[in-house]
């Protein structure tokens, strides 16, 4: 039986060498960056712009997380990094926020 190939964007490790280049890191720098530094070798992002790897979800959240743009800029083929970099999107907006009531309305408690 053979065994299913994720799919891996075909633009992907262009973008992920230009991320790092642009932003004018070394690889241990990005991994730095990326707080990554204990879980992965500079040799695994070479893995990663080289296209030999295909990083994780992870690891793709963390360079957009760096290089400041969507994910989706990242894993969809159509779509381009901007010009420049770091990006102008702050993810913390996006970021639920924790709650400090009850899930639960007061209406529907029973107190």
């Not at 957009?64 to 990006?87: Q, S, T, W, Y």
């Amino acid at each position: 039986m053979a065994k299913n190939r994720q799919y891996t964007p075909a633009n992907l490790s262009a973008k992920l060498l230009r991320i790092r280049n642009t932003l004018g890191l070394s690889q241990s720098q990005l991994l730095r960056h990326m707080s990554a530094q204990h879980s992965h070798t500079a040799a695994r992002i070479s893995e990663y712009e080289s296209g030999t790897r295909t990083p994780s979800l992870l690891i793709l959240m963390a360079y957009a997380r760096v290089a400041r743009v969507p994910l989706e800029i990242l894993i969809d083929d159509d779509a381009v990094l901007p010009n420049h970099l770091p990006g102008d999107f702050v993810f913390a907006r996006y970021k639920r926020k924790q709650r400090t009531q009850s899930p639960i309305p007061a209406a529907a408690r029973k107190e």
